[in-house]
């Protein structure tokens, strides 16, 4: 069975680095982690329509309200609805189906925010990419903000591997790109991370991750809080404190200019 992809090219990286701001008394990330088991991931109409961007944005937003107790309700529906409003995309005509830019995404959840079933708004505060390929931050942002947005260039046979339900990872020999993929990291089990994509939760090595990460973004919102602090317990006061420190310019396009 064949899935969409749909996440243009990465023609620059969020301006802010995660790695700049973490302070060095954070803890560092265990070996296993993660309450992705919270929900039941859902297609989002990924199958049909290449808004990969939008369907791991609504995974993420369900997984932290659910750590809270929260449900927060999404149908394909309200994928479509956000998806054309983030890209332009007009149901039943295919040729507006183009995918979507990694800043535009996360600049709409910022400004306007995924629009769920019953009208509410979920907005992030702010965002900051990631160092691509690197593995020990990506598990550290992980662990502290329970979802990261990666995106990959999937390999030629990342479909097969996932429609036999083997853990993506490197193959040797010469293989073509077929393009970008959005997908939402939810759990690490030492040199694994869990994704959620196409209406699965699915395994990633890390050599994988090395090998096709094109970017990955970690964003700060209050639903990722229960009261004070996460479902693991750790205290934001300090992050929420310097939220305003975070600002991702788009460094040369405005909001909403689409990338070539």
């Known amino acids: ?9 990465v023609v620059e990286q969020p301006r802010l680095k995660l790695g700049d701001y973490l302070h060095p008394d954070l803890p560092t990330a265990p070996v296993k982690f993660g309450h992705a088991e919270l929900i039941q991931p859902a297609m989002f109409m990924n199958d049909r329509l290449s ?29 479509i609805a956000n998806y ?35 009208g509410d708004r979920h907005r992030i505060v702010a965002y900051a990419g990631l160092t691509p390929g690197d593995w020990d931050e990506f598990v550290e942002a992980l662990y502290l ?24 990872q490197v193959l040797s020999g010469q293989h073509g790109i077929e393009g970008g993929h959005y997908v939402s990291a939810c759990a690490r089990d030492g040199n694994t991370v869990d994704v959620f994509t196409w209406g699965r939760r699915h395994t990633m090595e890390a050599d994988f991750y090395r090998a096709f990460n094109s970017v990955a973004v970690v964003s700060f919102t209050e639903e990722m809080l229960i009261g004070d602090k996460t479902i693991d317990g750790f205290d934001r006061a300090t992050l929420l404190a310097d939220l305003p420190a975070f600002n991702t310019s788009l460094g040369g396009r405005n909001v909403g200019e689409k990338a070539a």
């Open 145 to 168: 903000f329970t979802t990261v947005g990666v995106g990959l260039q999937l390999p030629d046979y990342a479909q097969d591997q996932f429609n036999a339900g083997r853990p993506w």
């Open 51 to 79: 808004d990969c961007t939008i369907a791991g944005s609504i995974e993420e937003i369900r997984l932290l309200n659910a750590e809270r107790k929260v449900i927060a309700p999404f149908s394909d529906r309200a994928a």
């Open 84 to 118: 054309s409003a983030l890209t332009g995309y007009i149901l039943g005509d295919q040729s507006t189906d183009r995918g979507a830019d990694i800043h535009d995404l996360y600049e709409y959840r910022k400004t306007i925010g995924i629009a769920d079933d019953a």
């Open 1 to 9: 069975m064949g899935y969409k992809l749909g996440l243009k090219p």
